[in-house]
């Protein structure tokens, strides 16, 4: 199984991104979906989460400004970034919990980062 991320970029204070991760590989199904963020000299910091029933949550510092959203037949989890600060400036990660085919354990994948920096 890959993560694939993407949308990470360079945006000014007040600026929006779209953040993208699509699942690939030997998927059966996909229980909950994260978005993690990790910045320098900060421990790594949950974002956002979503179930596979659409159920979301998400850090104080975010509340209000990101949106988390999925598509099931996609595999894709998104993160809509709106108010952007240069607090937000980080790696950010997205990780899944799936399911294989013809086995019922639940495994843990990472995507590989996108950088996103908040700076004018």
């Known amino acids: 199984v890959q993560l694939q991320a993407s949308g990470g970029g360079l945006v000014q204070p007040g600026g929006s991104l779209r953040l993208s991760c699509a699942a690939s590989?030997?998927?059966?199904?996909?229980?909950?979906m994260y978005w993690y963020r990790h910045a320098p000299g900060k421990q790594r910091e949950l974002v956002a989460d979503i179930t596979n029933g659409g159920s979301t949550n998400y850090a104080d510092s975010v509340k209000g400004r990101f949106t988390i959203s999925r598509d099931g037949a996609k595999n894709t989890v998104y993160l809509q970034m709106n108010s952007l600060s240069p607090e937000d400036t980080a790696v950010y990660y997205c990780?899944?919990?799936?399911?294989?085919?013809?086995?019922?354990?639940?495994?843990?994948?990472w995507g590989q980062g996108t950088q996103v920096t908040v700076s004018s």
């Open positions: 590989g030997s998927i059966f199904s996909i229980n909950a």
């Open positions: 990780n899944a919990a799936v399911r294989h085919y013809r086995d019922s354990r639940w495994f843990s994948y």
